[in-house]
């Protein structure tokens, strides 16, 4: 099966959970057999044109603009023209598969033009985002992702709670969406031996628990709420413990909470911290927290399963179902900072039961978060795309 994908990130431009989904998800299909050719946006010295891991990568040139529903618009623009180049050259596909909204015209455009079925996987949604749809621009963007589910054929989602929101704000028919988890792959984090202790130092001192969030630092992840935790768990502790906040965007107002806490001395801000260091990072930690007031899965809690550290976090989205409460994680209470700070001093304040929750995480990587096992499953989705095409006549 020759299949062509659209995404707007892909390594080693990282800006959400995409860039890695896509990077692992489809070389497990190349080794099933299948054909894939995956367009993508320039990015820094990435040459346009690569194969990775079997994925045949295009890049295309985007004109840069200083508005981002504009730089869109361009980027629809280069994906449609270049994935019109290869379905002419290279064709036919038997199928496209656009990830989220931002690359929808390109990839309805194909579709219609070229009668290839169409298989979008909505990642989140503005509604979810937001808690609803207010203002001019959510409702542009909810629009565009209501217009690329309407479009598809199949519609998949990384979670049930991601299939209820999907046929409730993007209106697509329940039966119409397939449940296929994010995976990740445990070896990646498994990296040479480094001097662990002179590493440590580098972000606590000696005797200091590390508990750390690592993501965007935006309003839907939660920190906030991390920090207003902080200083309960720093006194249970007896202030035998250190915060590090990694990831990009603007850090300024946590800045300053933590500085109107009274904590700033015991919180870091270490800013965007590519694989490596934060590979190394995490086998040094004692807890991580993922403390979102929205959040569609949470492949940042499969990453710390495979690092092997123990995990607690809200119970918003899909999060109860990537960790399972006093299992494989400790879930609280979203946007409750009591409830956050508890569920820290259980992990912190019980080392047996901290390296039983990180033993049965890790187990469960293999159970439910296989690469191999989640690339079989949407092989299934495309194989019954493609049967119930052939069965129609697209006029």
Known sequence: ???????????????????????????????????????????????????????????????????????????????????????????????????????????????????????????????????????????????????????????IVCTDYMRREVEKALLSPWDKIDVIYNGIRPEKKHHQDFDAGNFRRLFANDGEKIIYYVGRMTYEKGVSTLLNAAPKVLGEMGGYAKFVFIGGGNTDPLKRQAWDLGISEKCLFTGFMSDEPLDKFQTIADCAVFPSLYEPFGIVALESFASRVPVVVSDTGGLPEVVQHTKTGIVTQTNNTDSLAWGILEVL????????????????LERRFSWPKLAQQTAAVYQRVVQERSQITWL
Do not use: C
């Open 1 to 155: 099966m020759k299949i062509l994908v659209l995404t707007w990130e892909f390594p080693p431009r990282l800006v959400g959970g995409i860039a890695r989904h896509v990077a692992e998800l489809y070389p497990e299909l190349v080794k099933l057999g299948h054909e894939v050719h995956l367009i993508t946006a320039e990015f820094g010295e990435a040459p346009l044109y690569e194969v990775v891991e079997g994925v045949r990568v295009h890049r295309v040139a985007v004109a840069a603009s200083n508005d981002f529903f504009h730089w869109v618009v361009n980027l629809n623009e280069s994906m449609g023209h270049h994935g019109a180049k290869l379905m002419l050259e290279d064709g036919p596909f038997d199928l496209i598969h656009a990830h989220d909204w931002l690359v929808g015209d390109a990839a309805i455009a194909l579709k219609h033009n070229f009668k290839v079925s169409l298989i979008a996987t909505i990642h989140a949604t503005e509604h979810g985002r937001h808690n609803g749809i207010r203002t001019d621009t959510q409702h542009y963007i909810s629009g565009k992702e209501q217009l690329l589910a309407f479009n598809a054929w199949r519609v």
């Open 349 to 364: 304040k019980n080392p047996g039961y901290q390296q039983w929750l990180v033993d049965n995480a890790y187990e469960d």
